[in-house]
């Protein structure tokens, strides 16, 4: 079974910046779109970006575009998350998630991907 491990949390001041990584094993990883989502206390569970299989395409929600940055190194099963002009409001748990394999579509909903790592907590303090 796939497993994913989110590494790179912590505390930062706002305006700063932050490179969550995400390895994964048990899979074949270039197969997976994978995903990044977050979670503040008493919020959903947000989208914050994807990177496709195919084509390693991105998709980002509109809060983080053009700040966070999604890439990808098959060769070390890693999706990395670079997070820049940092602001408080993105305080919350990280968490990454793979789609089956070969995965159709542009996924953006949690339950478009069944394998999610346990997260990593990023604090933006003002």
């Known amino acids: 079974q796939a497993q994913l491990v989110e590494s790179g949390g912590g505390l930062v001041q706002a305006g700063g910046s932050l490179r969550l990584t995400c390895v994964g094993s048990?899979?074949?990883?270039?197969?997976?779109?994978m995903g990044w989502f977050r979670q503040a206390p008493g919020k959903e569970q947000e989208f914050v970006g994807h990177i496709h299989w195919r084509d390693d395409s991105t998709l980002y929600a509109d809060p983080v575009k053009s700040r966070f940055a999604i890439s990808r190194d098959n060769a070390k099963n890693a999706v990395y998350l670079q997070m820049n002009s940092l602001k408080r409001e993105d305080t919350a748990v990280y968490y990454c998630a793979a789609t089956t394999p070969f995965a159709r579509g542009a996924p953006s909903r949690g339950n478009d991907y069944p394998n999610w790592g346990q997260g990593t907590q990023v604090t933006v303090s003002s």
């Open positions: 048990g899979h074949t990883f270039s197969q997976h779109t």
